[in-house]
T-cell receptor
Framework: QMTQSPSSLSASVGDRVTISCRASQGIANALAWFQQKSGKAPQLLVYAASTLQSGVPSRFSGSGSGTEYTLTINNLQPEDFATYYC?????????FGQGTKVEI | EVQMLESGGGVAQPGESRRLSCAASGFTFNAYSLAWVRQAPGKGLEWISSISGSAITTFYADSVKGRFTISRDNSNSTLYLQMPSLRPEDTAIYYCAKYQGYHGSGSFDYWGQGTLLTVTS
Protein backbone atom coordinates (compact mmCIF):
# COMPACT_ATOMS: atom_id res chain seq x y z
CA GLN A 1 0.00 0.00 0.00
CA MET A 2 1.22 3.47 -0.93
CA THR A 3 0.29 6.53 1.11
CA GLN A 4 0.85 9.83 -0.63
CA SER A 5 0.77 13.29 0.93
CA PRO A 6 -0.50 15.89 0.72
CA SER A 7 -3.62 15.18 -1.32
CA SER A 8 -3.46 18.68 -2.72
CA LEU A 9 -1.38 21.80 -2.43
CA SER A 10 -1.39 25.34 -3.68
CA ALA A 11 1.77 26.87 -5.06
CA SER A 12 2.99 29.71 -7.22
CA VAL A 13 5.20 29.82 -10.28
CA GLY A 14 8.81 29.67 -9.14
CA ASP A 15 8.06 27.79 -5.91
CA ARG A 16 9.67 24.58 -4.76
CA VAL A 17 7.18 21.77 -4.19
CA THR A 18 7.67 18.51 -2.32
CA ILE A 19 5.37 15.48 -2.48
CA SER A 20 5.82 12.46 -0.24
CA CYS A 21 5.03 8.79 -0.69
CA ARG A 22 5.25 6.14 1.99
CA ALA A 23 5.18 2.42 1.31
CA SER A 24 3.72 -0.03 3.82
CA GLN A 25 6.89 -2.11 3.50
CA GLY A 26 10.33 -1.68 1.99
CA ILE A 27 10.28 -1.49 -1.80
CA ALA A 28 14.01 -1.25 -2.53
CA ASN A 29 13.70 1.95 -4.59
CA ALA A 30 11.20 0.33 -7.00
CA LEU A 31 9.27 3.59 -7.03
CA ALA A 32 8.02 5.67 -9.94
CA TRP A 33 6.37 9.07 -10.19
CA PHE A 34 3.80 10.02 -12.82
CA GLN A 35 2.33 13.34 -13.88
CA GLN A 36 -1.22 13.50 -15.14
CA LYS A 37 -2.74 16.59 -16.68
CA SER A 38 -6.48 17.01 -16.96
CA GLY A 39 -7.97 14.76 -19.62
CA LYS A 40 -4.64 13.15 -20.48
CA ALA A 41 -2.93 9.85 -19.82
CA PRO A 42 -0.31 9.70 -17.07
CA GLN A 43 3.31 10.29 -18.04
CA LEU A 44 6.30 8.69 -16.38
CA LEU A 45 8.56 11.27 -14.74
CA VAL A 46 10.87 9.32 -12.45
CA TYR A 47 11.70 5.65 -11.96
CA ALA A 48 13.99 3.74 -9.63
CA ALA A 49 13.16 6.45 -7.09
CA SER A 50 15.55 9.02 -8.55
CA THR A 51 16.14 8.41 -12.28
CA LEU A 52 14.53 10.95 -14.59
CA GLN A 53 12.73 9.54 -17.59
CA SER A 54 14.13 10.76 -20.90
CA GLY A 55 12.89 14.23 -21.77
CA VAL A 56 11.80 15.18 -18.26
CA PRO A 57 13.07 18.62 -17.19
CA SER A 58 15.82 18.68 -14.57
CA ARG A 59 13.69 20.75 -12.20
CA PHE A 60 12.04 17.44 -11.29
CA SER A 61 13.92 15.18 -8.92
CA GLY A 62 13.18 12.09 -6.88
CA SER A 63 14.77 10.80 -3.72
CA GLY A 64 14.27 8.38 -0.88
CA SER A 65 14.86 4.82 0.16
CA GLY A 66 13.27 2.01 2.12
CA THR A 67 9.69 3.07 2.66
CA GLU A 68 9.93 6.88 2.29
CA TYR A 69 10.16 8.65 -1.07
CA THR A 70 9.89 12.23 -2.28
CA LEU A 71 9.25 14.04 -5.53
CA THR A 72 10.59 17.59 -5.65
CA ILE A 73 9.79 20.18 -8.27
CA ASN A 74 12.09 23.20 -8.23
CA ASN A 75 11.14 26.49 -9.87
CA LEU A 76 7.55 25.41 -10.53
CA GLN A 77 6.42 26.24 -14.06
CA PRO A 78 2.87 26.86 -15.33
CA GLU A 79 2.91 23.52 -17.18
CA ASP A 80 3.64 21.68 -13.91
CA PHE A 81 0.20 22.26 -12.47
CA ALA A 82 -1.18 18.74 -12.58
CA THR A 83 -1.81 15.68 -10.43
CA TYR A 84 1.13 13.52 -9.41
CA TYR A 85 1.07 9.85 -8.48
CA CYS A 86 3.64 7.53 -6.99
CA UNK A 87 3.66 3.84 -7.88
CA UNK A 88 5.55 0.92 -6.42
CA UNK A 89 6.74 -1.81 -8.75
CA UNK A 90 8.51 -3.93 -6.16
CA UNK A 91 5.54 -6.28 -6.18
CA UNK A 92 3.89 -7.86 -9.21
CA UNK A 93 0.72 -6.35 -7.75
CA UNK A 94 1.43 -2.77 -8.77
CA UNK A 95 -0.10 -0.07 -6.56
CA PHE A 96 -0.44 3.68 -6.90
CA GLY A 97 -0.61 6.39 -4.30
CA GLN A 98 -3.83 8.39 -4.02
CA GLY A 99 -2.42 11.34 -5.95
CA THR A 100 -1.40 14.92 -5.17
CA LYS A 101 -3.04 17.75 -7.05
CA VAL A 102 -0.75 20.75 -7.50
CA GLU A 103 -2.86 23.87 -7.97
CA ILE A 104 -2.13 27.50 -8.51
CA GLU B 1 7.54 5.47 -32.07
CA VAL B 2 5.58 3.52 -29.49
CA GLN B 3 1.83 3.84 -29.87
CA MET B 4 -0.96 2.26 -27.88
CA LEU B 5 -4.60 2.72 -28.79
CA GLU B 6 -7.48 1.48 -26.68
CA SER B 7 -10.98 0.78 -27.96
CA GLY B 8 -14.14 -0.91 -26.84
CA GLY B 9 -15.45 1.57 -24.31
CA GLY B 10 -18.85 3.21 -24.42
CA VAL B 11 -22.07 2.79 -22.48
CA ALA B 12 -23.05 -0.59 -21.04
CA GLN B 13 -25.81 -1.76 -18.74
CA PRO B 14 -25.14 -3.49 -15.44
CA GLY B 15 -24.65 -7.20 -15.99
CA GLU B 16 -23.51 -6.80 -19.57
CA SER B 17 -20.14 -7.88 -20.87
CA ARG B 18 -17.56 -5.80 -22.68
CA ARG B 19 -14.16 -6.51 -24.19
CA LEU B 20 -11.59 -3.75 -24.34
CA SER B 21 -8.76 -3.85 -26.85
CA CYS B 22 -5.40 -2.12 -27.01
CA ALA B 23 -3.56 -2.11 -30.33
CA ALA B 24 0.16 -1.51 -29.94
CA SER B 25 3.00 -0.69 -32.30
CA GLY B 26 6.56 0.60 -32.30
CA PHE B 27 8.12 -2.04 -30.06
CA THR B 28 8.71 -5.81 -29.98
CA PHE B 29 5.26 -6.64 -28.65
CA ASN B 30 5.90 -10.13 -27.27
CA ALA B 31 8.98 -9.00 -25.35
CA TYR B 32 7.10 -6.83 -22.88
CA SER B 33 4.54 -7.30 -20.19
CA LEU B 34 1.47 -5.10 -20.45
CA ALA B 35 -1.05 -3.76 -17.98
CA TRP B 36 -4.52 -2.28 -17.63
CA VAL B 37 -4.99 0.69 -15.33
CA ARG B 38 -8.33 2.37 -14.73
CA GLN B 39 -9.43 5.71 -13.36
CA ALA B 40 -12.95 6.29 -12.09
CA PRO B 41 -14.36 9.79 -12.72
CA GLY B 42 -12.57 12.29 -10.50
CA LYS B 43 -10.56 9.55 -8.78
CA GLY B 44 -7.00 8.26 -8.80
CA LEU B 45 -5.24 5.58 -10.81
CA GLU B 46 -5.97 1.93 -10.06
CA TRP B 47 -3.82 -0.84 -11.50
CA ILE B 48 -6.12 -3.76 -12.26
CA SER B 49 -4.21 -6.38 -14.26
CA SER B 50 -0.96 -7.35 -15.95
CA ILE B 51 0.13 -10.05 -18.37
CA SER B 52 3.59 -11.30 -19.28
CA GLY B 53 4.98 -11.13 -22.80
CA SER B 54 4.39 -14.83 -23.34
CA ALA B 55 0.88 -14.56 -21.84
CA ILE B 56 1.77 -17.37 -19.43
CA THR B 57 1.61 -15.21 -16.29
CA THR B 58 -1.22 -12.90 -15.26
CA PHE B 59 -1.91 -10.79 -12.20
CA TYR B 60 -5.09 -9.13 -10.98
CA ALA B 61 -6.08 -6.61 -8.37
CA ASP B 62 -8.44 -7.95 -5.74
CA SER B 63 -11.15 -5.62 -7.05
CA VAL B 64 -11.40 -7.54 -10.34
CA LYS B 65 -9.90 -10.95 -9.56
CA GLY B 66 -12.20 -13.74 -10.64
CA ARG B 67 -14.25 -11.39 -12.78
CA PHE B 68 -12.03 -9.76 -15.43
CA THR B 69 -9.67 -11.66 -17.74
CA ILE B 70 -6.58 -10.18 -19.35
CA SER B 71 -5.21 -11.73 -22.53
CA ARG B 72 -3.08 -10.85 -25.52
CA ASP B 73 -2.63 -11.80 -29.16
CA ASN B 74 1.06 -11.49 -29.94
CA SER B 75 0.49 -12.20 -33.63
CA ASN B 76 -1.65 -9.07 -33.88
CA SER B 77 0.08 -6.94 -31.20
CA THR B 78 -3.16 -6.52 -29.30
CA LEU B 79 -3.98 -6.60 -25.60
CA TYR B 80 -7.46 -7.41 -24.32
CA LEU B 81 -9.52 -7.08 -21.17
CA GLN B 82 -12.65 -9.21 -20.98
CA MET B 83 -15.14 -7.77 -18.52
CA PRO B 84 -18.28 -9.83 -17.84
CA SER B 85 -21.02 -8.92 -15.40
CA LEU B 86 -20.29 -5.22 -15.41
CA ARG B 87 -21.16 -3.11 -12.37
CA PRO B 88 -21.70 0.65 -12.07
CA GLU B 89 -18.46 0.85 -10.08
CA ASP B 90 -16.57 -0.37 -13.17
CA THR B 91 -17.27 3.01 -14.76
CA ALA B 92 -13.84 4.45 -15.53
CA ILE B 93 -11.33 5.41 -18.15
CA TYR B 94 -9.34 2.28 -18.95
CA TYR B 95 -5.72 2.71 -19.97
CA CYS B 96 -3.34 0.13 -21.34
CA ALA B 97 0.31 0.54 -20.45
CA LYS B 98 3.63 -1.01 -21.42
CA TYR B 99 6.23 -2.16 -18.93
CA GLN B 100 9.60 -0.46 -19.12
CA GLY B 101 11.79 -3.53 -19.06
CA TYR B 102 11.90 -7.14 -20.09
CA HIS B 103 10.45 -9.95 -17.96
CA GLY B 104 7.90 -7.73 -16.28
CA SER B 105 10.42 -5.35 -14.78
CA GLY B 106 10.12 -1.65 -14.23
CA SER B 107 7.24 0.74 -14.22
CA PHE B 108 4.98 1.80 -17.09
CA ASP B 109 6.72 3.92 -19.71
CA TYR B 110 4.07 4.20 -22.41
CA TRP B 111 0.32 4.57 -22.04
CA GLY B 112 -2.60 4.70 -24.41
CA GLN B 113 -4.97 7.66 -24.41
CA GLY B 114 -7.64 5.66 -22.59
CA THR B 115 -11.15 4.47 -23.39
CA LEU B 116 -14.13 5.52 -21.27
CA LEU B 117 -16.53 2.83 -20.14
CA THR B 118 -19.75 3.94 -18.48
CA VAL B 119 -21.89 1.32 -16.80
CA THR B 120 -25.36 2.63 -16.17
CA SER B 121 -28.98 1.54 -16.40
Amino acid sequence: QMTQSPSSLSASVGDRVTISCRASQGIANALAWFQQKSGKAPQLLVYAASTLQSGVPSRFSGSGSGTEYTLTINNLQPEDFATYYCQQYYSSIRTFGQGTKVEI
Amino acid sequence: EVQMLESGGGVAQPGESRRLSCAASGFTFNAYSLAWVRQAPGKGLEWISSISGSAITTFYADSVKGRFTISRDNSNSTLYLQMPSLRPEDTAIYYCAKYQGYHGSGSFDYWGQGTLLTVTS
